[in-house]
């Protein structure tokens, strides 16, 4: 099986939920929790998907430059966490596959929430 949610599904659900949150919320944005690049994991609690699409800025402020590279299962991801509307993200500056050597970096503007679904989750690398 492929990524969870196929790439126009992620950005129609999201775009979605985006208007949704604008027109009831119009106060609400993304705040950094930390400005220093930390590495996670991408970790599943069920089998089905082999990773996740990268997924656009949940602010809107940047836009998603491609979903080339999209993590896998057990990834590695650097970035900064950031809170939009309660709930946390990766602001994702590289990816390191599972089985791989080295980062790579992710394309500008790609973001990864830390849960989805009861599904998909990040754990931060000790």
């Known amino acids: 099986m492929g990524a969870c949610l196929s790439n126009e599904t992620s950005e129609r659900k999201e775009t979605a939920t985006s208007k949704a949150t ?33 997924r656009k800025d949940p602010s809107g402020a ?3 430059a491609g979903n080339s590279d999209w993590p896998r299962d057990n990834a590695e991801l650097k970035g900064s ?19 791989k050597l080295s980062f790579v970096n992710a394309p500008s503007g790609a973001f990864m929430p830390f849960e989805y679904d009861n599904h998909y989750y990040l754990e931060k690398k000790h």
């Not at 996670?40 to 998907?49: A, D, H």
């Not at 966490?81 to 089985?99: E, N, R, Y």
């Open 22 to 54: 604008e027109s009831t919320d119009p106060n609400s944005k993304m705040t950094i929790e930390a400005d220093d690049d930390h590495v996670y994991v991408l970790k599943k609690k069920r089998p089905g998907c082999t990773g996740m699409f990268w």
């Open 62 to 64: 940047t836009s998603l």
């Open 81 to 99: 966490v950031k809170s939009f509307d309660g709930k946390l993200w990766l602001a994702s500056t590289h990816v390191k596959q599972a089985g």
